[in-house]
């Protein structure tokens, strides 16, 4: 039985980790973490951030396609207690500029398709998702497996992402979404079938409020998501 007491999703993952570690967590063609390889890559992400000076209500902001990679960084940013802006990579450089500073990201985490967008003035600030984009590669700038973050209590009302939104045409808003919208979200999908057993498809990326409805509740209530 799921205990609905509001926490951090990031420790619910720690949870199914401890009872289900060989189960998949996340797929993506022949890639795939379990959650016990997740819980990892989680701890990895948020000692390397709190080692960067980033902590609880800081943001950063991740732009890219969308893998298992790119979605155990976001998770291993709420371990730490930032929170993440998710930016789309189709919009135009003073768009995406003006995104980051309404942000206020600390770091940017970024993949080659992104890679042109990026300002000069945020290139130092920079983690490379893969060769071809700007920055400290990320599997450099990761701690050794085994390395534990500082606790960090989340509290309900603080932010955990913002989604940029503009409808077709107007200028993108930051939309900051806080941890009790997501666990409320997630707590919804019990009656509709996520758990343990369930396999969810996600066919569009993490940047859309859409997909994430669907990702919490089908990770957090222990299930397996297909990217």
């Known amino acids: 039985m799921f205990d609905p007491t509001f926490r951090n999703i990031a420790d619910v993952v720690r949870e199914h980790a401890a009872a289900r570690p060989h189960q998949p967590a996340l797929v993506q063609g022949k890639q795939q973490l379990t959650f016990a390889e997740l819980d990892t890559m989680m701890d990895r992400v948020a000692v390397a951030l709190q080692r960067a000076g980033v902590g609880p209500r800081d943001v950063i902001a991740l732009c890219g396609a969308t893998t298992p990679q790119q979605a155990a960084l976001f998770l291993g940013a709420l371990r730490a207690g930032a929170a993440v802006a998710l930016l789309a990579p189709s919009v135009t450089p003073s768009i995406f500029a003006s995104m980051l500073q309404d942000a206020g990201a600390r770091l940017l985490f970024v993949d080659a398709a992104a890679a042109a967008l990026v300002p000069p003035g945020m290139q130092p600030h920079c983690i490379a998702l893969d060769a071809g984009a700007p920055g400290r590669p990320f599997d450099d700038w990761l701690p050794a497996p085994g390395t534990a973050p500082h606790p960090v209590l989340v509290e309900p009302e603080a932010p955990l992402n913002i989604i940029y939104s ?46 994430l409805v669907a990702f919490f509740p089908a990770l957090g209530l222990g299930g397996t998501v297909v990217l």
């Open 166 to 211: 503009s409808g077709t045409t107007g200028t993108p808003k930051g939309v900051v979404q806080p941890h009790v919208m997501r666990w409320m979200h997630m707590l919804r999908g019990l009656p509709y079938g996520y758990g343990p057993d369930a396999v969810t498809v996600l066919a569009t990326p993490l940047y859309s409020n859409t997909t």
